[in-house]
């Protein structure tokens, strides 16, 4: 066959699986409205408005300064005291039982850092093993202490008093806008590796992959026009994912479009090669579902990063992180949306994904044989 | 003599397109009866209302002495079935199928245990009783999926395209556990694509376009159209305009 | 006499084997230029195995094939270009339209409808009317048609099909092997398997194939002289009484059921006919079969087929 021929031939597998992808309706509806309903579930599910906060205060040494920011909170009615103790290991075992949802860590000498204009220790402590409701929390306390802050004499307002933000179990600081790069991974995942596999395995099902590949075509052929529709799904995945993210809960976009479509153009083929390999190894429609399910669904969810910080897994998992996809990619798009990163500080991660790609599709295209068994 | 199944003006519509069109077929006891028809005749519409599948849209039928729609549980505890596509469970050895369809049935597990030895042992299978159906070769899974469609000992039993695919020996041997079912008194309704087979049937119906074309024994059908096989007396039913044609 | 080197397809001892199952055991024939070649034998005997080497899907293990005189180890992208190829099911997709299912079959060898159109135009015209059906509601005959025209839409120079009228009624049957001997007739060669023995006389040469071993390589019509005694038809009622009968008698060396009657043959090579029908009626009679008819016949690829194959069903490895 000619170049003209191939190409002609490529385009009507593209075409055809077009074609079946436009015919399923029921799954193109699921498809299109995923990242929508994920992006607003998760998001909501992650929101809780939080009130009725338990605090813990330690302070070593009270003096007027540190009376008057405890009353500032005790006078809030979103924060009720569970405990006041001069030292801190007092808290510890608060947290531990689930007994208290944030400590505030006064420094002894408040007053005098004021007076004195040397900045002054202050410390919020959450419970972050829930990160979402960790964050809601240290946004109130900052609110109390700015209030407390605002309402110090006027010659001390200068003063910069530098509240220290630390959380327990999760040392970032994990929010909706940090989830919605993982929403995008997670879709992504799934329309690329889940749904080739399935597309894939169908057709060894129905036996027309026999005639494919008995005919010219060449298994790149097979596997790149297999694979190209995905490509367009996912790409209006991505931008669904963020539109929603914008719109519904206004989480910003600060670096350059073109780079995360790039990112996700790369991270896209490596879920695509992975789906191929998985359609190669596997025998029917049902067997590709789970395995796309555990080899790719179930890492991208757990070991990313997504969900549970990578540096609060275990060190065997989180090895093994290092070879899951989605993590580096829940970094490129994080660093692009949440920081505005650009190629610069990124290009390791892309190199990660890069160099994944490659052996992935080394491994398909030779798993993908010219021929049967 | 007692009819095992009784079909009277049997008709069923699906929207406005008539599947089966006023059918009437009687089948005595103990008769080995061949239901022929082209795909989309209607044949297996007519099956589905023969053993409770579906609801007739008018005309009545009797099977095994009870109405197929107001005895429907009748009926099936009356009854056995055995398709090509679907019989035995392929990731089950043959005792384990037999103990699931003896258990469907309502058998006690002394009948199972001592029905499923025997026909083991009948079949020569028993030193495969416990290897998955998968293992076995495909002639082996077709006798194998007839006797477990007669494991509780059916009135009538229907059969699907049962020898699709089978060598020729396998093939006689599969109508000969048929023919002596037949003599101990099961009815056996059976559906074939391959008129070869027609003819080892006591008697046998056409069906062309939902209603039945002809119907009696091979011989007489074959006498009736002046040919010599019941291949030449389907063609000539089925496609008329073809017929004689190449 | 054809030469090896014109002959589409030429197989020599041809071994393959999939774990401990072996598939084909030491296969060897060859296929002549124009003609129509049968493959007849039961399922699981090894005739998708050797469809698959012959459309370089598989490699064999032992011995060599040659398509269109090319190797099909190493000269796989060639024979893929020339060869049409059915598989056993019809491989089609259900979710396109008859036309779109062409078209993409065309566009994959590199053609168009347009360009293959005459050659198909026999088979797909009774389909045409229907073109814009998807393919998953037509009926058996019509997928069967659909996959043909699939199968030479690009002019292929050998045909291979798989089991085509598996499923399919006997009318649609017909009509198809009417098809393939169109094909035949305007210079293709074809290559057709069947598990059923009644389809081997549209062929104009068979090889019957069991258990991965090839039986006999003949025309349909000489391969019942295959068959190594005089055969008998009994036909006596009740038919499954005199099954039992005939199978006691003393001499029988085959008793078999062939429709409405049953074929014997008797162990006594010596003993003439005449006098063999008459001790097996005086036999039935004493039994109990009252109404019987006996005649000498001549034997079918039926009957040689399991002369040959050894009364043995497929038993297992």
């Not at chain 2, 899974?141 to 494991?151: D, E, G, N």
């Not at chain 2, 000992?153 to 695919?165: I, M, S, Y």
Request: proline share 5%; charged share 20%.
């Amino acid at each position: 066959m000619r170049t003209p021929e191939r190409l002609h031939a490529l385009a009507a597998f593209v075409v055809k699986e077009l074609r079946h992808i436009l015919r399923d309706r029921q799954t193109l509806v699921i498809l299109l409205l995923l990242p929508l309903a994920q992006v607003v579930l998760f998001g909501f599910a992650i929101r809780t408005d939080v009130k009725d906060i338990r605090l813990a205060i330690v302070d070593a040494a009270p003096d007027d300064a540190s009376l008057a920011l405890r009353a500032h909170f005790t006078g809030n009615g979103r924060f009720r005291v569970v405990a006041t103790a001069a030292m801190i290991e007092v808290i510890e075992p608060l947290f531990r039982r689930g007994q208290a949802d944030v400590a505030l860590v006064i420094a002894p000498g408040l007053a005098r850092a004021l007076a004195d204009g040397t900045p002054a220790q202050l410390q919020l402590i959450t419970d972050a093993s829930n990160p979402n409701t960790g964050t809601t929390i240290q946004a109130y306390a900052g609110a109390v202490i700015g209030a407390w802050q605002i309402a110090l004499p006027g010659a001390r307002q200068g003063v910069v008093i530098e509240p220290q933000v630390r959380m327990r179990f999760n040392q970032s600081l994990e929010s909706v806008n940090l989830f919605v790069p993982g929403l995008i991974s997670l879709v992504l995942t799934l329309v690329t590796a889940q749904m080739t596999a399935i597309s894939l395995s169908r057709e060894k099902e129905r036996g027309t992959l026999e005639i494919l590949l008995v005919s010219p075509l060449r298994p790149w052929q097979i596997i790149l026009g297999k694979v190209a529709p995905y490509l367009l799904l996912a790409f209006a995945n991505v931008v669904t994912a963020m539109v929603a993210a914008w719109l519904v809960f206004q989480v910003p976009f600060r670096g350059s479009l073109a780079l995360l479509l790039a990112a996700s153009t790369l991270y896209a083929l490596v879920g695509l090669a992975l789906g191929v390999l998985i359609a190669a190894r596997t025998n029917s429609q049902r067997t590709a579902m789970m395995g796309s399910m555990i080899g790719t669904m179930l890492p991208s969810t757990l070991l990313s990063g997504m969900i549970f910080p990578i540096a609060s897994l275990p060190w065997p998992l989180q090895l093994i992180s290092n070879i899951v996809p989605a993590r580096w990619f829940i970094v490129i798009v994080r660093g692009i949306m949440l920081k505005g990163a650009g190629i610069v500080h990124l290009w390791q991660e892309l190199l990660v994904l890069a160099v994944m790609l490659t052996v992935l599709l080394v491994v398909a295209i030779k798993s993908f044989r010219a021929r049967l068994a | 003599m007692t009819l095992a199944i009784e079909v009277k003006d049997l008709t069923r519509r699906f929207g406005d397109f008539t599947a089966v069109d006023a059918i009437s077929v009687d089948v005595q006891v103990g008769e080995v009866f061949g239901f022929l028809g082209a795909n989309g005749a209607g044949k297996t519409t007519a099956i589905k209302v023969l053993i409770g599948l579906l609801a007739p849209t008018s005309g009545s039928a009797r099977v095994a002495g009870f109405d197929v729609v107001t005895q429907s549980e009748e009926v099936r505890k009356r009854i056995g079935y055995m398709s090509q596509r679907f019989s035995l469970y392929d990731d089950l050895t043959p005792r384990e199928n037999i103990t699931l369809y003896g258990g469907i049935y309502g058998l006690s597990d002394l009948d199972i245990r001592a029905r499923g030895t025997a026909m083991l042992s009948e079949l020569g299978l028993m030193q495969v009783a416990d290897k998955l159906v998968s293992t076995l070769p495909l002639g082996w899974k077709q006798k194998l999926s007839f006797s477990v469609a007669m494991l509780h000992r059916p009135a009538v039993v229907f059969l699907d395209e049962p020898t699709g695919g089978v060598d020729p020996v396998t093939r006689r041997q599969f109508w000969e556990m048929i023919y002596a079912a037949a003599a101990r008194g099961t009815t056996v309704f059976v559906t074939t694509h391959y008129m070869d087979e027609a003819e080892y049937c006591d008697r046998l119906s056409i069906m062309v376009d939902g209603r039945i074309a002809a119907i009696g024994t091979p011989a007489a059908l074959k006498a009736e159209f002046g040919v010599s096989s019941i291949d030449e007396v389907f063609v000539r039913l089925a496609r008329p305009t073809t017929a004689g044609a190449g | 006499m054809v030469t090896q080197a014109s002959s589409p397809v030429v197989i020599e001892g041809v071994r393959k084997t999939f774990g401990s199952t072996v598939a084909l055991d030491d296969v060897t024939f060859d296929v002549r230029a124009g003609e129509l070649f049968g493959l007849v034998g039961p399922d699981g005997g090894g005739k998708t195995t050797l469809f698959r080497i012959l459309t370089t899907l598989l490699v064999p293990d032992a011995g060599t094939a040659t398509v269109l005189g090319r190797d099909v180890v190493r000269d796989l992208w060639e024979i893929r270009k020339r060869v049409g190829y059915m598989p056993g099911r019809f491989s089609l997709y259900p979710d396109l339209s008859v036309e779109e299912n062409l078209r993409f079959f065309a566009s994959v060898f590199g053609t168009t409808i347009e360009k293959g159109y005459d050659i198909i135009a026999p088979i797909y015209a009774q389909i045409e009317p229907f073109k814009h059906r998807r393919a998953g509601q037509l009926s058996g005959g019509m997928k069967q048609k659909l996959a043909l025209s699939c199968a030479l839409v690009h002019r292929p120079e050998l045909l291979l099909l798989d089991e085509p009228t598996t499923g399919v009624d006997a009318v649609s049957r017909r009509e198809f092997w009417d098809l393939l001997h169109d094909l035949q007739s305007s210079g293709l060669t074809i290559v057709v398997s069947t598990p059923y023995m009644d389809e081997a006389d549209r062929c104009h040469r068979v090889a019957l194939v069991q258990k991965g071993r090839v039986l006999a390589i003949d025309v349909p019509g000489a391969i019942g002289a295959r068959f190594p005694r005089p055969l008998y038809a009994v036909h006596g009622v009740p038919r499954h009484a005199t099954i039992e009968a005939l199978r006691a008698f003393p001499h029988a060396a085959s008793v078999h059921p062939f429709g409405d009657t049953l074929h014997y043959s008797d162990a006594r090579e010596a003993h003439h006919p005449p006098q063999v029908i008459a001790e097996v009626t005086a036999w039935l009679t004493t039994r109990g079969i009252a109404e019987m008819t006996m005649s000498r016949i001549a034997p079918g690829i039926e009957d040689a087929f399991m002369a040959l194959m050894g009364d043995e069903p497929g038993a297992p490895a």
